[in-house]
């Protein structure tokens, strides 16, 4: 027999909406989603399906029902086919029928009882004589009796065993079972909650599972601020959030879930108007806890103090979230200012404050890239390589193939723009003679350095970036790496960015006219160097130019040392040589295709030979 509470769990653990899509086309209606009912035929969507509550229910025929009934009413399972099948999806064994069983389960129900009239007794000690120091705390932490009431605070003596006596009615291995006395061997067991201000955690159905207890004696260092239960039957921290029962149902109204760091934080978000906040049991965020806030918003919002650990807290949660992102789902970061919690916060400068901050939270994006770019002194270009790998390193995590690319790209490209900035225009004198003269100097100057390069292809991509000078900044990094592995390259690359920057600078387009343009090499018949070209396809060409031009140094460097590890890896150097050269000859055999269809004309289809040849004999050169 299959008990309540495993049933529930198992509901718990399986995303309802992620099941009926493997069957059924969803699409998203705010916070829950709709599709054509499978029960019947129609035209017009009737069938919902809502995560947070658990069902789908059909307004056209009446289908109603979670995710066992989906899996035996649309997928034709017996009962306990699709509880297996869901139980493995969820990483849950099936508990054989046993008898046991259901008086374990009668046995939980028993201690949820335990757990209510526990949190009864801590009540009732806060409102006697005994509990004035501590409704005297409350007032200094700005909590009001309603509040009290509603987050149900109660206090537990400085009395090693007074839980006992009040809960007399329970034998004391049930308290043990709820870890609300501690047994220690050779030692009577005593109640692990003394002299602390008392806190009950809730499980999402409300039901208490757990107590969290705030020492009171300022004076005391031997003991944690902080008590949590331990784990128990009825308590898995990693599975349960602070204040979700209640954080649930107001996060539907304002479509938003705040976790902060602390229960305090909780109360007094609640207590300020901002009611749907929740917080982990005092550990780093679980990727259960995780997958229960994305049931209830897309983009959680994590709100960390503004200090070192804050900041370690927010990279723990965010590392933990990327094998996990789907689309749609995500997390994002408010952080606070130095010093202040939300408690801190909303007491200081009131609910406005906090609102302000949570109306502009930082992307997870964002997060990663700042923390990563932050973490480390970039001092040197070893530096500056070690982010790169962080960066590719953190998304090579994400699980869903197309997050990690578009991940991946865009730390890249901000990588890129941080390493190689753009340097600032710095103008450059001119003496007061004519446009025409200055343009024909820096014609001469641009044949002078790019004829230093003796290679006609590098010579043919910079007569070309000289034609089309926009195309410099589009270029810029791929070109920076040319100049380092092309030093005779170098100062050509110098001069297009001068030109590029100038450019920027509205100076007007210095070398783009045809008897400005530095000759281009002998019989090179590339689009980018012809008159009369389509722009747009001389652009491409251009582009992939370059990208051949920047692989080629790089490609010459792997086949030398391809070839310096034969003495001591003969076959694998041979085998590494040789796809390097296969690539090397597919870089010519392009660069002649390039050369050869971009012809000016049918007259100079005879020479098409020739041109190939000069392009692909280019590497000897």
Request: net charge neutral.
């Amino acid at each position: 027999m299959l008990s309540p509470q495993w049933l529930d769990e198992l509901r718990d653990r399986v995303t309802l909406s992620s099941v009926i899509m493997r069957t059924t086309k969803l699409t998203r209606a705010g916070r829950e989603w709709k599709a054509c009912c499978p029960f019947h035929n129609e035209k017009t969507p009737s069938f919902t399906v809502s995560d947070e509550k658990g069902f789908y229910h059909c307004f056209g025929c009446g289908a109603h029902g979670d995710v066992i009934r989906w899996m035996t009413d649309q997928r034709g399972l017996s009962f306990m086919d699709a509880v297996k099948e869901l139980a493995s999806q969820a990483g849950m064994d099936v508990p054989q029928p046993d008898p046991r069983e259901a008086a374990r389960a009668e046995r939980r129900t028993t201690l949820h009882d335990v757990m209510t009239s526990a949190q009864e007794w801590f009540e009732n000690n806060l409102l006697s004589d005994e509990g004035k120091s501590a409704r005297e705390y409350l007032a200094r932490r700005g909590l009001d009796a309603a509040t009290a009431r509603k987050f149900g605070f109660g206090l537990a003596p400085d009395d090693r065993s007074a839980l006992k006596k009040a809960l007399a009615q329970f034998d004391d291995a049930m308290l043990l079972e709820t870890g609300l006395r501690i047994e220690v061997e050779g030692k009577e067991p005593y109640d692990r909650f003394r002299s602390r201000l008392m806190l009950p955690i809730h499980d999402i159905r409300g039901r208490i599972v757990g107590f969290a207890g705030r020492i009171l004696d300022g004076v005391k260092t031997d003991a944690p601020k902080y008590l949590n239960s331990p784990e128990t039957v009825l308590f898995d921290k990693g599975r349960t959030l602070y204040n979700l029962h209640r954080a649930g149902p107001a996060s539907r109204q304002s479509g938003r879930i705040v976790v902060v760091e602390g229960y305090m934080d909780v109360i007094a978000l609640a207590a300020a108007g901002i009611e749907e906040a929740v917080a982990p049991m005092g550990t780093a965020l679980t990727e259960n806890q995780i997958e229960l806030l994305w049931r209830l918003v897309d983009v959680p919002l994590l709100c960390f103090d503004g200090d070192a650990a804050g900041q370690r807290a927010a990279i723990r949660a965010a590392t933990r979230a990327l094998p996990l992102l789907r689309p749609g789902r995500s997390l994002a970061f408010v952080t606070l200012p130095a010093g202040l919690d939300p408690d801190d916060l909303v007491r200081q400068r009131g609910k406005a404050a906090m609102e302000r901050l949570l109306d502009k939270p930082q992307s997870l994006l964002d997060m990663l890239w700042h923390y990563e770019r932050d973490a480390q002194p970039l001092d040197s270009p070893e530096d500056k390589a070690g982010l790169k790998q962080r960066l590719i390193d953190l998304a090579e995590t994400i699980a869903d193939k197309d997050i990690r690319a578009l991940y991946r790209r865009e730390l890249l490209e901000r990588y890129s723009a941080f390493a190689f900035p753009r340097r600032e225009f710095q103008p450059r004198k001119f003496s007061a003679r004519p446009q025409a003269v200055r343009a024909r100097s820096d014609t001469t100057e641009l044949r002078r350095v790019s004829g230093q390069s003796r290679d006609q292809f590098t010579r043919a991509v910079l007569a070309g970036l000289a034609r089309h000078p926009c195309e410099i900044a589009r270029h810029a990094e791929a070109l920076a790496r040319l100049a380092r592995a092309t030093p005779d390259a170098a100062p050509a690359i110098e001069f297009l960015f001068d030109v590029s920057e100038a450019l920027e600078a509205g100076r007007g387009d210095t070398i783009s006219r045809t008897e400005a343009v530095a000759p281009p090499p002998d019989k090179a018949r590339f689009s980018f160097l012809m008159e009369g070209s389509d722009p747009d396809a001389a652009r491409e060409d251009l582009a992939e130019a370059v990208a051949l031009l920047v692989e080629r140094p790089a490609l010459e460097a792997a086949i030398a040392e391809a070839t310096a590890r034969f003495d001591t890896d003969p076959e694998g150097a041979f085998a590494e040589q040789q796809r390097l050269r296969e690539r090397k000859l597919e870089i010519e055999s392009r660069l002649g295709q390039m050369a050869r269809k971009r012809a000016a004309g049918p007259a100079d289809n005879n020479n098409d030979g020739q041109a190939q040849r000069s392009v692909g004999e280019q590497e000897t050169d």
